[in-house]
């Protein structure tokens, strides 16, 4: 008899573990589902109202500034690490994708090319020491001022005294410009 029990004890601890781990990562993803729309529900508003009051120049000096104080403020109230990440980065002191982060974003551009909507791809992985979760960012008709394909003289003047080392231009709209990256140790 307590062969039969121990294998269904056995059984039914495992099962609450997992469980638990899958519904912790469930929790997980949603917080950071949450988070990286805050982050976004913030930044894209300030950015429009940057646009409408000083134009472009304008809108990158605010995006310069207040985009890392933003991300740095949610990871403060959150214990999250938030980041913006692109294959194509602006800022070379924070936009740069870790190896992990370079893969999904490849995996993003393939899903869009496949026909997904860039609003709608995300991924997220549990690891030992991690949860990472990445929101594709993809590119509207107003992010073409600053990341199209056809600048002008003025935004390209600024563009290069704030991201000397800047390389997030040349898209269209629809394409997959980055992403809202989010790490939590576990």
């Known amino acids: 008899m307590m062969k039969i029990r121990v294998p ?17 990562g469930e929790s997980l993803e949603t917080e950071a589902r949450t988070l990286a729309a805050e982050f976004i529900g913030q930044l894209k508003p300030l950015l429009k109202s940057a646009l409408q009051e000083g134009g472009p120049v304008n809108a990158i000096e605010v995006c310069s500034h207040e985009a890392p104080k933003l991300a740095d403020s949610l990871a403060a109230e959150s214990g999250w690490l938030v980041r913006r990440v692109s294959l194509k980065s602006r800022n070379a002191s924070r936009a740069i994708p870790d190896p992990w982060e370079t893969d999904v ?9 496949a026909g997904e909507i860039p609003a709608q791809i995300n991924y997220s992985e549990t690891t030992p020491s991690h949860f990472r979760y990445m929101q594709a960012q993809g590119v509207d008709g ?45």
Do not use: M, W
Not at 154 to 180: C, F, H, M, N
């Open 105 to 113: 974003l490849n995996e993003f551009n393939r899903r869009q090319q």
């Open 8 to 24: 269904s004890l056995f059984a039914f601890g495992f099962a609450c573990t997992f469980a638990t781990f899958s519904f912790a």
């Open 142 to 186: 107003v992010c073409l001022t600053c990341h199209g394909q056809h600048l002008s003289q003025e935004v390209t003047d600024v563009l290069q005294k704030y991201y000397p080392d800047d390389i997030a231009t040349g898209y269209s709209v629809g394409q997959i410009r980055g992403a809202i990256s989010l790490t939590r140790p576990l």
